[in-house]
Structures are given as C-alpha cells and as structure tokens.
C-alpha cells in the first residue's frame, strides 16, 4: 500500500472515504472497519464485514493522524468503520486553539 500525499482510498467495508495529507514515514496499513482501504478507483472486495472491534465509526471532515507513523488522513466521507494503523485505532486530531483577541 503505497499511501502518496492527495491519493483518495475507501473502505471495502463501510461508506468511510479518507484523502491521505501526510503520508508515513514508514510503511504502514491503513485500514477501516478492520480491513485493509482500497484505492478509490478500484472497486470493494465483497464478502466483507464490519469488524466489531473496529465499528466506531469515522466523521468527515476530521483529520485522523498516527503519531507513531506520522500518517495523516482527511476523512472526506463517513462510515461506520474505524480507521487504524498496525491493528490500532487512529483517532481525530483535535484543533489548535487560538490566541485570545482582546
């Protein structure tokens, strides 16, 4: 799984489509719901379930970064599966606070 800044990939589980921002400094596996994503051009392998260790769900919108890889995705549409690396769960990055304007 090449992961490339701006590749699209999908999960061949549920509706989760996530665009990569900053790609690993290692080679990592992305997945969602417990399987491996699929690019965005190719189509789902059928057969597959959601896995319930993995059925958080992901929110569009939301950054999703792994600070041990130092992968970073955008989740451009939600689904039902959660998104991890290696067998963990990645959660959303939280936003910068900004300085108070007096």
């Known amino acids: 799984m090449e ?3 701006g590749s699209r990939w999908k999960s061949a589980v549920c509706d989760t489509e996530v665009v990569v921002v900053r790609p690993p400094k290692t080679e990592a596996d992305l997945r969602c719901g417990g399987y491996p994503m699929v690019p965005n051009a190719e189509s789902k392998p059928e057969g597959k379930t959601l896995s319930p260790d993995f059925a958080e769900g992901s929110q ?19 689904g ?8 963990r ?10 300085p108070a304007s007096d």
Do not use: H
Not at 80 to 87: I, K, N, Q
Not at 89 to 98: T, W
């Open 60 to 78: 569009m919108g939301k950054r999703y970064a792994d600070d041990e890889t130092g992968l970073e995705v955008l989740c451009v549409k939600a």
């Open 3 to 5: 992961l490339k800044p």
């Open 89 to 98: 769960p990645i959660g959303a990055k939280e936003a910068k606070k900004l």
């Open 80 to 87: 039902a599966g959660t998104l991890s690396v290696g067998g």
